[in-house]
């Protein structure tokens, strides 16, 4: 199987996050310290159902984890990287989302929702992404062998922060190779697959071949974790198909069915502004997957929607010198599977001053209620006889 080709937005991501430099190729996993027993008081395990989806977590916002074993992604707490807290990711919110653009592009084929917002409830696999290569000894590490996701609350680990910030691909690489070995999967004699041994910043893809495993970055021969898996799929204890695998594990492509929430914070729907009024709208947006490239579409009144959208990690936009008049503003907002949510505002522009609510007095109410804290929207009645609407 190819890899998967990366869309117009991820593209013009990835050119704007990767650095120059040879292809120096990095360790993948940093060796872990030996398991200590099961605790006792770890929270009760419910196994992962064959073919169902599952949901993976990029965490950038840092984490201070505790000790328990097995680790638990929804407790923070794991056997081993305990020992201090991990920072937020340092690399700016385009890389952050280019990251998890091209995970996504990756997983397309498999049922895995890949998201940086961490889930309310159910079971969901962790990538911490913090620390360095520098501090860790590798690009990452997570524990293996789990055949079934019969711990289906693993946590992983990639150090990508420091030098290797503005990595995009090889970001995506590391996140998804930790989160396969919490899955059960090995590495692979396949230079430019994710499950290879060593890695750096090109693009990398789960192949559907049966190849063989390797124990390290020599690629001397590795014995498997899960031979009866690799034998009912390949004829061969030692060879791994890891799109066979993933479809076992996860079942058919996840598929995207809930649009966004978008929340008007600013300004108020029904505020009023002196000409030439200048402002921004702001959102809070949210969605099963964000953060993540939103398409934009913003019009006026009775004008059709626009035939083009931007792009953008953040939906909000300013708007400057709008004139005179009562100006009912439009906007949807797509999510990358095209699940769409419309805003609708309106906009008062006037000659005059607003009134300062503290010291005008008098004061008649016009239009609705607003969401805003200052409830209802009032304007002195005497500018409102003497307002020119266009």
Known sequence: MEASPLNAALLLLTLAAEPSGGPRMHRQDAPLPPRPPTDALAAPIRPHALGQNTT??????????TECNPSDSRRDCSWYNFEQPFPPFSGTIQTQVGVLQAMRSDVADYGIRVTAQRPESGNYT??????????YGALGSAPAGDCDDEVPNQIAFAHLDGELSEWVNGGATTALHEAAHSWGLDHIDAEGSIMFPSGNNSPTYFRDECDLMVEDTDLNPGQASCPEVNMAHCGDSSRQNAAARLTRLFGPAYVDMQAPTVEL????????????????????????????????????????RPADDSVRVDPGFSVTDLPIGTWEFHVVVADEAGNETEVDFTIEVGEDPPPDPATDEGCG?????????????????ALARRRRWG
């Open 265 to 304: 914070l600013e300004p108020r729907d029904g505020q009023y502004f002196q000409a030439p009024a200048n402002f921004d709208v702001v959102f809070e947006t949210n969605d099963d997957q964000h953060p993540q490239a939103y398409s934009v579409w913003a019009w006026l009144g009775d004008e059709p």
């Open 365 to 381: 109410c016009r239009g609705g209620r607003s969401p805003g804290a200052l409830g209802w929207i009032c304007v002195p009645l």
């Open 126 to 135: 962790m990538v911490v992404y913090g620390g360095t290569e520098a501090e």
């Open 56 to 65: 993976l977590y990029v965490n950038f916002e840092g984490v201070e984890l």
